[in-house]
């Protein structure tokens, strides 16, 4: 009997004795891991990543994949080089901003308040604000029928709606710590338009690295158009304030709670800055090329060359690229849309608030912030109101790039003289090749801006 109770007892005990085995085992497999360089290493770089990242992948979103795909479609692999040539100036811009706020402890639109006349920073500040919310609408629209493009039975007003609510709840009612990790990982929705271009078969490398490496232009209305329409994209007004203020929440995430205790900064600081500004935008530049190749390689040569919609991309994708890059496609203007909307809304209401002197940041609560949270809602209720009064999106977005086509060069001739001053960056002001880099910048944008609002009003 006794021998009896044995087996039983060692039957009864086995799953609790392989559990704990199953636990020694990966724990002891866990603590190689940690102790492998290589992935010590990775987790070094993710830990680096922050408002670089989110702000690079913000600039992918749903307006600016149509832009994109409307360039693969017309003109084929002939932009391609546009990914690259576009990558040094954003990710210079950026980090220009991101400097900015690491020494002086302060968002974009504080300084600009601080060393310019107020009435030239509110004058921006209500073209951005403008912009911003037609974007906003306009994203929000190619968000709903991305959606419908998955699940047809849902209707327009309610996706629309919940999208807006979602974003609005976790702007406002989110720490910041846990609202920065969420955008964070949102981010990586964007290698689903790498996965879904590699999915496409019989593409030849040699010709797209050709593309890729050798501007090419035909110098028609309709290529300057995009050509400018693509710069207003990528080095875009909001992605200066969002970076700006994004590095002053980080510090103040870490105790640096008044302006004094953040100014300054050091070598260590500007140095992860730059592994996360460079970063970021090259993933930005990087999803560019690639939604760029998809539209080129099968809706060019398929005589589809007009794309207004960012959904009307991945739906021309379907059959011709197959189903597993129609659903990432359309996946990803989702996310990329979950993303973008919050970063715009937020930048609209940092420009703002700050341009007023009024409390600002995410990492107040709602009743610590009302005006600055207040901006915000409306900056979304505007966005949302867009699409149920009879705007076209496309409309909406031509509004925003005239708007941005007035803001982005005197915004960028702030940024330029702020991160130059000595005064006031002390030794991180800008170095004379950067400097150089950051007028011809503004002189790129500046002809960009005027050729886009004369096409576009003419």
Request: glycine content about 8%.
């Amino acid at each position: 009997m006794a021998k009896d109770k044995d087996i039983f007892e060692k039957i009864a005990e086995a799953p609790a004795v392989m559990l704990e085995e199953t636990i020694d085992a990966t724990k002891k497999v866990g603590g190689i891991l940690h102790a492998d360089a290589p992935m010590r290493k990775t987790k070094e770089y993710w830990n680096m990543l922050g408002p670089g990242l989110t702000t690079g992948a913000a600039d992918d979103d749903p307006s600016g994949i149509a832009t994109y795909s409307q360039a693969g479609a017309q003109y084929g692999n002939q932009l391609l080089w546009l990914a690259g040539f576009t990558f040094p100036l954003m990710a210079m811009v950026q980090e220009m901003c991101a400097r900015i706020g690491l020494v002086t402890g302060r968002g974009l639109a504080s300084n600009i308040r601080r060393f310019f006349p107020r009435w030239m920073l509110l004058s921006c500040t209500i073209l951005l604000f403008a912009a911003n919310a037609f974007n906003i609408g306009a994203d929000l629209g190619a968000m709903a029928k991305a959606s419908q493009l998955l699940w047809p039975s849902v209707s327009f007003t309610k996706l629309i709606v919940g999208f807006t609510l979602v974003s609005l709840l976790l702007q406002i009612f989110s720490t910041y710590k846990r609202y920065a990790k969420y955008l964070k990982f949102l981010a990586l929705i964007l290698l689903s338009y790498i996965f879904s271009t590699l999915l496409i078969k019989g593409l030849d490398w040699r010709s797209i690295g050709q593309s890729a490496i050798m501007p090419t232009l035909s110098f028609t209305k309709d290529q300057i158009i995009l050509i400018c329409a693509i710069l207003g994209t990528t080095i875009s007004p909001y992605l200066f304030f969002w970076q700006t203020s994004q590095e002053v929440e980080e510090e103040i995430l870490e105790g640096e709670t008044t302006v004094a205790s953040r100014q300054g900064t050091d070598k260590e600081a500007v140095k992860r800055m730059r592994v996360d500004v460079w970063s970021g935008m090259f993933l930005s530049n990087v999803v560019m090329f690639f939604i760029i190749l998809a539209c080129a390689v099968t809706l060019f040569p398929n005589g589809i060359t007009q794309i207004r919609t960012a959904s009307e991309a991945a739906e021309a994708l379907r059959p011709l690229a197959g189903e597993a890059t129609y659903l990432l496609f359309a996946l990803g203007i989702i996310g990329t849309g979950l993303l973008a909307v919050p970063v715009l809304a937020g930048s609209a209401s940092y420009a703002v608030a700050e341009s007023f002197g009024w409390k600002q940041g995410l990492f107040y609560k709602l009743k610590q912030a009302y005006a600055f949270y207040g901006v915000l809602i409306i900056a979304m209720l505007v966005g949302l109101g867009l699409n149920f009064v009879g705007i076209d999106p496309i409309k909406a977005l031509i509004y925003s790039a005239v708007a941005n086509g007035l803001v982005a060069p005197i915004v960028l001739i702030f940024i330029v003289l702020i991160s130059s001053n000595k005064k006031v960056m002390g030794e991180w002001a800008n170095r004379p090749l950067t400097r150089i880099l950051g007028w011809l910048c503004v002189l790129l944008m500046a002809v960009a801006g005027v050729a886009t609002i004369y096409a576009l009003l003419t």
